[in-house]
């Protein structure tokens, strides 16, 4: 059995099953071994669960035996993001509110792995209810990137990428209401896209912000990520944001969709605070498409200056709202010595909810409240509109545009103490989920330090086929996804 079975593609692993000349029982338990060898350092997981694992894995080799297996993610362990539910498995979204709290019921996400016959392995370390871009607001422990374990993983999905990266999974799941998934799959060196608002459902998703939460997958190559969405992808009546589209197979469409293409570079994003090693790896790439015959030109979204405040008061409402229900009366913490009712939400909120996601619930509180609603949260709905009207008048001259993911490598764990400094982290990927759009970060070079970097492609809505096909352009002709961390 290979020693490198871990860092295998979904497409070079689902190969030999169908060949077999691997199992999945084999696979899974090269997985686990790794997961045991290097969890002391990454400590990318909160959780996991081996004889689940081991028992779907042989479920899927009987089924291969009997030859209904379920297509190529048939018998692939993937880890969650501890945001997302399973069934009888732990759901703590990194917070000591739920503790100790395990799913009753399958998020739809978990729910169509299943359906594909994925292995799923392991929740993964999270910020707190997903808000965050270190992974150091998880209540329990930060998680290390595994390029150097000093530094952060990016987040709030950073346990996702970083089990990725580190070989402790084939593919996992995030979710992204900011960032979360392209920022530190930049920082990790591996794929991760955030789909159109409304092409994965959120049903199982612990909502974070309503209008801007999307599920998506880190994955090492582009051709890995169309499979993963592929699955995932759909309608789903439980999600009333849940969107009616087609679902085109889009590892098939990476063969058939080959430019050239019209692309886009945001002026806004190439100024001040970009880091110079990702301005030249993001200038190659650029390179590399014009060699390919893409038309490539500047454009402009010009409210992109409003884009952090538009979205710290969005996110902050919503969040305020949808962790309201946290209150220590039906589940999660509840303090012990409350004196009645009103001190017992007091308490176990106080005890619950770390420094972070308290100092967004008092923001969220503070722009829906009398007085400030109009002044606050209306008008960064108004913003909103034109954010996205930006976008949407740049696809009139552009098919996708082409920005960095991340505008500085990971750093130093405790590096960044200041709260808007670490927001400023996500100023490239915010814009994309107030527009609702598809976007993808790509692996495209390491700096002078050995610290991956990120290329972001943001495409048109409900276009993942098209936006796949670009960065497959690229990931193919670069050997970036073969390049592992030693740990």
């Known amino acids: 059995m290979s020693a490198e079975l871990h860092f295998h593609s979904i497409a070079e692993a689902a190969a030999q099953l169908e060949a077999k000349t691997l199992s999945a ?9 790794r997961t045991k060898a290097v969890e002391p ?6 959780s996991t669960d ?10 899927s080799d009987a089924r291969r035996a009997a030859g209904h297996a379920r297509g190529p993610l048939d018998g692939i362990p993937v880890g969650l993001k501890d945001v997302i539910a399973v069934k009888n498995q732990p759901l ?19 729910a169509k792995l299943q359906q594909a016959g994925a292995v799923l392995w392991g929740r993964l370390n999270c910020d707190e209810f997903a808000m965050g871009s270190s992974n150091e607001n998880s209540a329990f422990h930060p998680t290390g990137n595994p390029w150097d374990v000093s530094r952060v993983p990016g987040g709030s999905s950073g346990g996702s990428a970083a089990a990725l990266a580190a070989g402790e999974a084939l593919a996992t799941l995030g979710s992204d209401t900011g ?30 912000a309503s209008s801007l939460d999307q599920i998506g997958p880190f994955a090492r190559t582009v051709e890995d990520a169309a499979i993963v969405l592929r699955a995932i992808a759909g309608h789903d009546e439980r999600d009333s944001t849940s969107f009616r589209t087609e679902i085109p197979d889009y590892r098939a469409e990476l063969q058939t969709r080959r430019g050239p293409w019209k692309l886009g570079l945001p002026k806004e994003y190439f100024g001040e605070g970009l880091d110079p090693e990702i301005a030249a790896a993001v200038e190659r790439a650029i390179a590399f498409y014009k060699a390919q015959g893409c038309e490539i030109r500047e454009v402009s979204l010009p409210h992109t200056q409003y884009c952090l405040d538009t979205y710290y008061i969005i996110a902050t409402a919503e969040a305020s709202s949808n962790l309201a229900r946290y209150d220590g009366v039906r589940y999660g913490h509840r303090a012990k010595n409350a004196k009645d009712i009103v001190d017992l939400y007091f308490q176990s909120r106080a005890e619950g909810f770390g420094a972070e996601v308290k100092r967004r619930i008092i923001l969220g509180t503070y722009v829906l409240s009398s007085g400030y609603y109009d002044a606050f949260y209306l008008r960064a709905q108004k913003v909103r509109t034109l954010i996205r009207q930006d976008f949407l008048n740049a696809y009139k001259e552009v098919d996708a545009l082409l920005t960095p993911t991340s ?13 808007l400094a ?41 276009q993942e086929a098209s936006l796949l096909a670009l960065a497959h352009s690229y990931d193919r002709a670069h050997d970036w996804s073969s390049r592992h961390p030693k740990l």
């Open 50 to 59: 081996e004889a689940t694992a081991l028992a779907q894995a042989a479920a």
């Open 179 to 208: 960032g979360s998934i392209r920022q530190p799959a930049a920082l990790c060196g591996v794929v991760g896209i955030k789909p159109t608002y409304g092409l994965v459902s959120r049903y199982g998703l612990i909502a974070y």
């Open 92 to 110: 703590t979204a990194g917070s000591r509110m739920l503790a100790n709290f395990v799913s009753p019921y399958d998020s739809t996400a978990a």
């Open 41 to 46: 350092r990454v400590r990318a997981f909160l």
């Open 407 to 419: 505008p500085i490598p990971a750093f130093k764990l405790g590096e960044k103490s200041d709260p």
């Open 25 to 33: 029982v084999e696979l899974t338990q090269a997985v686990i071994a």
């Open 422 to 462: 670490m927001y400023l982290c996500d100023i490239y990927t915010i814009g994309v989920n107030l527009a609702g759009l598809p976007a993808i970060s790509v692996p495209c070079g390491f700096t002078r330090g050995n610290l991956p970097i990120g290329l972001q492609l943001i495409g048109q809505p409900f």
